[in-house]
């Protein structure tokens, strides 16, 4: 039996990962510092049903405590590292940076030092499509710039990816970097989006619709994120003998068992037709207030996948119609539960 660990294993991404792992015959490591960002009581409900499992273990701790994770790993040796915790969001990265300091950097920092004592086979970090930034050449592929973040937020996650590349390097750790692309569905975060605009159509009041509607996101369904990590998992990147034989497309380092991955929908959706769908699952039409760009926002993301597609042969495909329904019939339920 494999041991996984999973950091921010009560999150949104990190409940899904450690359940499909558990469903898989892993054993399961979750560390979760069950911060206040948002409603805790989320993150409870959800550890409550990975506890329900013999082979899940939760250790409450931050991921940037000096030591926490090395004893950790010098305890279970796990075979999979998957770094999901982090502090998210672009907006209260204005607010707090030194949250994302802390938790974005620090954390990592303490990962690959327990990392490094403790090799595990494959390590996955989590980046984000902010990491992109200023680049309007899209699709975005791995292999474009993405020199110019717009955010704090987007800030700390690529110089993780910078950080993870020198250990990968020096150290020879197998480590994937991916960045994701606007994740949604049931047990989402309160601060999306999604989950915003939900609850105030069905209460009746306005949503805030920024950049007065003209922005496009690659909409990526929780299930199909997982599938891609769990495909991703099996395919560690080696560290190559000669980087002319790296192939073209493919974001591998051409000094260190390294690579980042897109995991998207490889679909550009308008953000007002993502509103028209929640009104099609809720049965009610939105008041929209029309509003300017917020800063450290960007106008659109969309992903080339194609590079997930050839290392696993898998490519997300969940629509976001059937996404926000699913999403839509479960906040339903999580409220009259």
């Known amino acids: 039996m494999r041991t996984a660990l999973v950091t921010g294993c009560s999150g949104f991404i990190g409940y899904f990962v450690s359940k499909r792992l558990l469903s898989d015959g892993f054993r399961v490591i979750g560390l979760d510092a069950m911060t206040d960002y948002y409603d805790v009581a989320l993150k409870q409900r959800r550890l409550g049903y990975l506890l329900q499992s013999e082979y899940f273990r939760m250790v409450q701790e931050y991921v940037e405590a000096p ?7 010098e305890t279970e040796r796990p075979d ?8 998210a969001g672009v907006r209260y990265s204005i607010e707090n940076p030194r949250a994302y300091l802390e938790s974005n950097i620090v954390g990592t ?15 996955l970090l989590a980046s984000t499509s902010s990491a992109f930034g200023a680049n309007t050449e899209m699709p975005y592929r791995e292999t474009d710039r993405a020199d110019h973040q717009m955010s704090f937020y987007a800030a700390t996650k690529k110089s993780t990816e910078n950080i993870a590349h020198s250990y990968a390097h020096l150290f020879d750790l197998p480590i994937t970097m991916f960045r994701f692309f606007t994740v949604y569905g049931p047990w989402g975060r309160p601060d999306m989006a999604l989950f915003k605009f939900t609850k105030s159509i069905l209460e009746g009041r306005p949503i805030d619709v920024y950049n007065y ?3 496009r996101r690659d909409f990526t369904y929780i299930d199909d994120l997982v599938e891609a990590i769990r495909l991703l998992i099996d395919v560690p990147p080696e560290r190559p003998t000669d980087a002319g034989l790296i192939p073209e497309g493919d974001s591998l380092s051409p000094v260190a068992p390294w690579r980042v991955v897109n995991i998207g929908n490889s679909d550009a959706v308008q953000l007002t037709d993502f509103i028209d ?10 008041e929209r207030s029309l509003m300017p760009m917020q800063a450290g926002d960007v106008p659109a993301t969309w992903a080339n996948a194609e590079l997930l ?8 495909s969940t629509s976001v119609r059937a996404g926000v ?9 999580y409220h009259t539960s």
């Open 277 to 286: 769908a929640i009104e099609d699952a809720t049965g009610r039409k939105a």
């Open 109 to 123: 920092f303490e990962l690959l030092e327990s990392a490094r004592a403790y090799p595990p086979q494959h390590m």
């Open 67 to 73: 030591g926490a994770l090395m004893e950790l790993f």
């Open 325 to 333: 329904a699913e999403f839509v019939r479960w906040y339903r339920e």
């Open 80 to 87: 999979v590292v998957i770094h999901l915790a982090a502090q």
């Open 309 to 316: 597609r050839t290392l696993t042969g898998y490519a997300p």
């Open 213 to 215: 509607g003209d922005m």
